[in-house]
Structure formats: C-alpha cells, structure tokens
C-alpha cells in the first residue's frame, strides 16, 4: 500500500480514516477496521491538536501501512513537539473508577486506542515522533495464504495479487 501524507489539519481526518479502512480491508482484518480507525483518529487528532496547534507549529501527518503474514502496523510519523504517548500514564483499573465519578474528559484517548490495538510502539526518529499501531493477523486462514504468496513470490521471484 502507499503511504499517505496529510495537512496536520482535523480537516483531514476523514481521509486518514479512508486509508486505514483499506488498510485494515486489504489485511483482512475487516472486524478490526472500526477500533483501528478510532485508534489511529485518536493519535491523529492529538499530533493535530496538541502537537501542532496548541504548540503553535504546523505540519504534516505521514501514514505507512506494513502489511506482512503475522500483523498489519499502521505508522504515524510527525514533526509536531515530542510527545511519547506510551510513557503517558493512562486509564486502569485504579482510575477508572475515579475517571467515571468525576466524569473527567481526558485520559480516556489514549487508553481506547491502546486498547484497540495488539501492540503500540513509540519512537523518535530525528526531530519526528513515530507511532506504529499493530494489529495481529490470527485468521489462520489469512496467515496461511500470505506466507503461500510470499513462497510464490520467492520461487518465482514477482509480486503475485
């Protein structure tokens, strides 16, 4: 799939969707699709939000689907301020309730996106954040016809649809 690079604009959230969506279809992980795009519309809207606008800066959201046998990993890649959301610390079991009593907005983004995904990964790359968002595959299925394709692929050295 080729990457997509967008405004770091909320006007461009529909079209980041879009390309998860496919992402997510082309992976075969359709029951996913849904919890993905809001995982990766969550990390979107942050970067937009507090790492551009709020910090004054403009700048671009840079996506890349890496879909291989085991997994599908959305990366977000930035030039917004740093930011780790990993290290961040976020709803659990012990704040949740508290959380629900005071009926605090905030903490609950990060929490559901984590939760959406199988594996969330942060790095910094330069003077870029990096995101990646994985998904397993577990269709035994899904697995199976991937690594025949990537036999074929090897044996008969092309791309094989």
């Known amino acids: 799939m080729e990457p997509l690079e967008v405004p770091g604009s909320l006007d461009y959230l529909q079209k980041i ?7 997510a279809q082309e992976a075969g992980l359709e029951t996913r699709e849904a919890s993905l795009k809001r995982a990766v519309d969550e990390i979107a809207t942050n970067i937009i939000t507090h ?6 800066l403009e700048g671009n959201i ?8 085991e997994s599908l990993a959305i990366v977000l890649e930035d030039t917004a301020i740093l930011f780790d959301p990993t290290t961040r610390e976020t709803v659990t079991g012990e704040t949740l309730r508290e959380l629900l009593e005071n009926l605090d907005p905030g903490g609950w983004g990060l929490y559901l996106a ?3 995904v199988d594996d969330w990964r942060y790095e910094r790359v330069g003077d870029r954040n990096r995101n990646i968002l994985i998904v397993n595959r577990t269709t035994g299925l899904t697995r199976l ?10 044996l008969l050295g092309q791309q094989l649809q």
């Open 17 to 23: 969707r879009q390309y998860v969506a496919s992402a």
């Open 51 to 56: 790492g551009y606008d709020e910090a004054g």
């Open 62 to 69: 840079y996506l890349e689907a890496k879909i291989d046998c």
């Open 114 to 116: 984590k939760e959406a």
């Open 145 to 154: 016809k991937c690594c025949f394709r990537k036999i074929c692929q090897t």
